[in-house]
């Protein structure tokens, strides 16, 4: 492995002031499970690592009137561990709690898995459908951008050079809200979605009625999907399955999924249409006060 310099930042401003020095030969490291093993299988080199741990306003996880701050460099398991932020976050702590396994969410964060932007990420569907947003830190000082908007491209995101994520921000959810994620793997665990859907839903105050949804599809596309029609689909109708098996249909054709060893593309609009109908129902029965817990990761009728 080439070598590099590893830098624990313990501020923004040195944090950025490294990756400046470096450009692209410098990158951010928060639990260093993809860019660790990224980096000992030469998918690329680079001259310094800043470890962003020791970075205050990246370490925090903040439970406010207005939200959840979850810190850039916080690991999956000080979410789901939080009793406030499962009750209130459950499509962000049900990707949590299935990203790898108990060892990989001890280091594991969810600023890393979106900052990889791999189409495959289970928790960017999640922070999507919660409508989170993401601060960004840079010499020009910071800047916030919609989840729905940060990546491009398979591992490609809106970062500059010389940015870093400081944290997420996930607004508090409204009255009747329920969201869920599932996605199919081919076994239990340590496996990589071949695809995943994350829902949300608000009902009305008579629980009979869907006053908004949305919808985001992993692993059928190069960059995660806002599945918009799907959600359109249901609002002002009943949280019924007729309308859910509807979304499915619609959520499919959104899809823009490939071929690969992983699976085909008739088999992931298929996955689709299934875990579409899934999640809606996990997340209405949230809404409506229920306990849809225990995300295996695996089946798909
Ligand atoms: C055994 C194993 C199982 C896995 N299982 C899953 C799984 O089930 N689901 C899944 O989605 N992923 C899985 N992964 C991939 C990985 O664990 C996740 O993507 C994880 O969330 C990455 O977080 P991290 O903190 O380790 O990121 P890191 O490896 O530290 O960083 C990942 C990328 O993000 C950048 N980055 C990190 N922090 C910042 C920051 N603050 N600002 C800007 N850029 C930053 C890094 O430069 C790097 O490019 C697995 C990995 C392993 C090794």
Avoid: W
């Avoid at 561990?81 to 790898?100: F, K, R």
């Avoid at 791999?118 to 601060?135: E, M, Y």
């Avoid at 859907?197 to 006053?211: K, N, P």
């Avoid at 919808?215 to 596309?221: E, F, M, N």
């Amino acid at each position: 492995m080439h070598p590099f310099r590893y830098v624990a930042a313990g501020s923004i401003d040195e944090a950025v002031a490294v990756l400046r020095e470096h450009g692209a030969r410098a990158r951010p490291l928060a639990g260093g499970t993809d860019i660790l093993a990224q980096l000992r299988a030469g998918r690329f080199e680079l001259d310094a690592l800043v470890d962003v741990k020791g970075v205050p306003e990246a370490s925090a996880l903040r439970l406010g009137r207005d939200g959840l701050d979850i810190g850039a460099a916080v690991p999956c398991y000080r979410i789901y561990e939080d009793p406030d932020v499962s009750a209130a976050y459950p499509g962000i702590v049900d990707a949590a709690s299935l990203i790898g396994g108990i060892q990989i969410q001890s280091r594991a964060t969810i600023g890393g898995n979106l900052c990889n932007a791999a189409p495959s990420a289970d928790s960017i569907g999640p922070l999507i459908v919660h409508a989170a947003a993401v601060t960004l830190a840079g010499p020009a000082g910071t800047r916030t951008v919609p989840v729905d908007s940060f990546c491009t491209a398979p591992g490609r995101t809106v970062l500059g050079e010389d940015e870093l994520a400081v944290s997420i921000h996930v607004p508090r959810p409204p009255a009747r809200f329920g969201a869920a994620y599932e996605r199919f793997i081919p076994r239990n665990e340590m496996d990589i979605a071949v695809v995943g859907v994350a829902c949300a839903v608000v009902l009305d105050r008579s629980g009979e009625r869907i006053e908004s949804a949305r919808i985001a599809l992993a692993s059928v596309g190069p960059t995660p999907i806002v599945a918009a029609k799907a959600a359109a689909s249901l609002v002002g109708g009943p949280p019924s399955a007729d309308a859910f098996r509807a979304a499915g249909e619609v959520a499919a054709d959104e899809a823009s999924p490939i071929d690969d060893m992983r699976g085909t593309i008739g088999h992931r609009r298929d996955l689709v249409r299934v875990l579409t109908r899934r999640t809606l129902e996990r997340a209405v029965q949230r809404a409506s006060g229920g306990t849809a817990s225990g995300n295996t990761g695996r089946g798909t009728r």
